[in-house]
């Protein structure tokens, strides 16, 4: 364990700290994000990548002598929850949160590994949560990015901490066979239809201000991307890597098989809608 904590610890509002890890990446920004919540009793909500001492001792210092009720995990990507284990150990305290996942292939991810590693003392159902001193954290099921994503909402204040399913700094990247693009905008809808939720607080990026129109913003660049596709393939561009390129002009390669991957998801969720006809491998068309 030698990286570092990218920087201190923030006071979002009161009961509501939040400390970023040192895993700045195209697919990270400038790190993930935990946030421990809470005065006198405290939870962890995404405690971070493995292996990273700095970052442990960070939320340690944080937490200091306060009982520690529970470790929270929005999903499974191995930049949020593999450093549950680590405080674990160091506080003992329960893993509450999403489900294990167990992925059946082998194909390649464009985005953070999965935590294989993962188990759970407590799996949250939708409306279930835990609760200390002056807040209830309450798991809103929200699937997309991947199958077993949750955010979960601070009752008392309006606060939504998002995940990856909503960020503030890009769009997530829905990567199949776990991700779904069918799933990842029904959950969407789900928290446009949460007024309640006055500020999201996301796994990466900076905080949501005005969260019910960004998450419009989304769900239309979303329709925006599924309308391109479906113009490209009546002009004759019928597999994923020239779809790529017509769609994403200027993007920084790196980022090219994330795009690959979201493009196959539109595809996929045409095809279940009767739209599309084709192959992962292979090429797509309109369905007749």
């Known amino acids: 364990m030698t990286a570092a904590t990218l920087r201190g610890p923030e006071t979002l509002e009161p009961g509501v700290v939040r400390l970023t890890a040192n895993n700045p990446s195209p697919f990270t920004d400038t790190g993930t994000q935990s946030y421990v919540i809470g005065t006198t009793d405290v939870a962890v909500i995404d405690p971070g990548p493995a292996d990273d001492a700095a970052h442990l001792a960070a939320l340690l210092s944080v937490i200091g002598d306060r009982p520690l009720v529970a470790i929270l995990c929005t999903h499974t990507h191995r930049d949020h929850s593999p450093l549950a284990r680590a405080l674990k150990a160091a506080i003992s305290a329960p893993i509450v949160g999403c489900a294990p996942l167990a992925l059946p292939d082998d ?30 954290l309450t798991a809103v099921s929200t699937p997309g990015h991947t199958s077993n994503h949750l ?55 900076p905080a949501v201000a005005n969260p019910q129109r960004l998450v419009r913003g989304m ?51 045409l095809e ?17």
Do not use: N
């Not at 407590?122 to 807040?135: I, P, Q």
């Open 219 to 269: 769900m239309g660049h979303r329709k925006s991307r599924e309308g391109a596709i479906l113009r490209l393939l009546r002009s004759g561009d019928t597999d994923i890597a020239a779809m790529v390129q017509a769609m994403y002009s200027g993007l920084d390669p790196r980022m090219h098989p994330a795009a690959a991957r979201s493009v196959l998801a539109h595809l996929l969720d």
């Open 151 to 205: 955010c979960f909402a601070l009752e008392e204040s309006g606060a939504l901490f998002s995940g990856d399913h909503v960020m503030g700094w890009s769009t997530s990247i829905v990567s199949p066979p776990d991700g779904d693009m069918g799933d990842y905008m029904a959950s969407l809808q789900r928290l446009l239809d949460r007024p309640q939720d006055r500020v999201y607080y996301p796994g990466h990026g």
């Open 107 to 136: 194909a390649p991810r464009a985005d953070a590994a999965f935590d294989h590693d993962y188990a759970a003392d407590r799996v949250l159902a939708d409306g279930e949560g835990v609760s200390g001193t002056g807040w209830t």
């Open 272 to 288: 279940q809608r009767g739209l599309v006809t084709g192959q992962e491998d292979a090429t797509w068309s309109i369905a007749a």
